[in-house]
């Protein structure tokens, strides 16, 4: 079978130069014999077209006007040393500073004007290398009193670690290198089983009491500060002072760097975890030396009156201490955990069941606190989740409400008799069966909390009455209030539960 192909051109089909400035005819021709569906082609396809004309659309954009009247184009760039503008001057695009002029020094009002630009641009500068670009609100002043707990913190360490030397006496003719080094081991080992113990044994309680346990540990840490500082004046009990002031400090390390996490997460707005925790480890390396700086300039004031040098510590200790401590205060306070545990869950229903709205993270961490003294013992009537406690007294009611358990319930609320020392009262139990989700925690809460609202005015006698028409109010509110606690940040995933609050009961059908 035989085919042709046949394209008719001009002489100057393979000018290239000229060939694209008018349009040449091209025709393919098929025998009609050979194919039926063959026919006739009187154009390229548009792929063809496009490559074949490259060439002459690039000449007709350049035919195009461009503007020559000077334009400022609407994009304006942030950078560390000002806001700047793009602007079309007729002939190049140039980036021009939004306040006008360059930096110049001709005259006092430049030098002014120059002066005050470069300390913007510095403080810019520091401000990108030490903070996150997006933060919350209250970051800044989280920031302001880590300042301050750093710096003093840092100081004091460094005093602490210049009288554990000079305790076991290094620098010193009489000193025992070997002796100083085996001492020196034996407190970081038995320092670092410590924390081994403590982490295990307070895992759930860095979730759920953070605040407390983050402050609780700090005063720990300053307490070891002071052991240390003690050294000097009792050396035959270095090994003794430095291993328990070793112990509390790596206490307060495992509980720093296991709450770290969570208190950074409070801050990511963007979810930028990483640059937040990044930014805290620079801001703790700056701040650190800072304080060093601050204890070796006291060194150098003091440094031709040895009996003053030695008694710096004890002096300086109580202050600085102080201003630690209430740095490390402040700056929890700034910190609006978004998680929810059972105290911050039972705070957000109480607010809505007697004042009709959902408090935000920042109101619930202000009414929190530090929370260093529990209140449980002091509120009337109090909630708490887990499971009866067999050694206590188990009213009547509380066997009842297991009886009407049905295969569908995932909790249960009854009554129970608690002990505080010699002191007898009564408080509402809310017990969880296993494999009850999220749902079933807020909504076994908000029943409760229901009910500890008609306590004083309710006949024991109309318990389950009273609880059948709570657990319908809670049904009505539960979608709501999750609504609500979503809409204004809560991570409403999880419900962060202590080793005992976890317990669980199995509902068996016999």
Not at 1 to 19: D, E, P, R, V, W
Not at 260 to 283: M, P, W, Y
């Amino acid at each position: 079978m035989q085919s042709a192909l046949h394209i008719s051109t001009t002489k100057s089909a393979f000018n290239f130069g000229s060939q694209w400035e008018r349009r040449n005819e091209v025709q393919t021709f098929l025998p009609v014999k050979q194919n039926p569906c063959f026919r006739r082609i009187s154009e390229l396809p548009s792929s063809f077209k496009t490559s074949f004309h490259f060439e002459f659309e690039e000449e007709k954009l350049k035919k195009e006007p461009e503007p020559t009247s000077p334009t400022l184009l609407p994009v304006v760039i942030r950078q560390p040393d000002g806001v700047s503008r793009y602007f079309w001057d007729g002939n190049d695009l140039k980036l021009v500073s939004v306040d006008g002029k360059p930096i110049c020094f001709d005259n006092f009002d430049d030098l002014r004007d120059g002066c005050r630009r470069l300390f913007r641009s510095c403080s810019l500068g520091v401000r990108n290398f030490l903070l996150p670009r997006e933060i919350n609100e209250n970051y800044l002043e989280y920031v302001k009193w880590k300042f301050l707990h750093r710096v003093f913190s840092s100081a004091l360490q460094v005093l602490a670690t210049q009288a554990m030397f000079s305790a076991i006496g290094i620098g010193y003719a009489r000193s025992l290198p070997s002796a100083a080094a085996l001492s020196w081991v034996l407190k970081d080992g038995l320092g670092r089983l410590s924390r081994c113990i403590y982490t295990a044994s307070l895992a759930s309680a860095f979730d759920t009491n953070l605040k407390r346990v983050r402050f609780s540990t700090s005063v720990v840490f300053s307490l070891s500060i002071g052991l240390e500082l003690m050294t000097p004046a009792f050396p035959q009990y270095f090994l003794f002072l430095a291993s328990i002031a070793n112990i509390a400090k790596q206490i307060s390390l495992a509980c720093y760097l296991a709450t770290g996490t969570a208190v950074h997460r409070s801050f990511a707005v963007a979810d930028n975890l990483g640059e937040v925790s990044a930014k805290a480890q620079i801001q703790t390396v700056c701040f650190d030396n800072l304080g060093l700086m601050l204890a070796a300039t006291l060194n150098i004031m003091l440094k031709n009156n040895q009996r003053l040098q030695a008694g710096l510590p004890f002096v300086i200790y109580p202050v600085f201490t102080a201003i630690d401590l209430y740095g490390i205060y402040q700056s929890l306070k700034h910190v609006h955990l978004q998680t929810l545990t059972k105290d911050r869950l039972e705070m957000i229903i109480d607010t809505w069941i007697q004042l009709g709205y959902v408090p935000s993270p920042a109101e619930v961490s202000k009414r929190e606190g530090i929370n260093f003294f529990s209140s449980k013992g002091r509120q009337k009537w109090p909630i708490r989740i887990g499971c009866l406690n067999p050694k206590g007294q188990i009213p009547k009611l509380s066997m009842m409400a297991m009886q009407s358990l049905s295969e569908d319930d995932y909790y249960f609320v009854c009554t129970e008799v608690c002990f505080h020392g010699f002191q007898r009262s009564e408080g509402i139990l809310l017990c969880l069966r296993e494999g009850a989700s999220t749902a079933d925690i807020i909504m076994g809460l908000l029943q409760a909390c229901y009910i500890r609202e008609r306590l004083p005015h309710l006949d024991m006698r109309e318990w389950f009455k009273v609880a059948d028409e709570c657990k319908q109010s809670a049904k009505g509110d539960m979608k709501l209030v999750k609504e609500k606690m979503i809409e204004l940040g809560w991570t409403c995933k999880n419900i962060l539960l202590s080793t005992n609050e976890q317990t669980r009961f199995s509902f068996v059908d016999d």
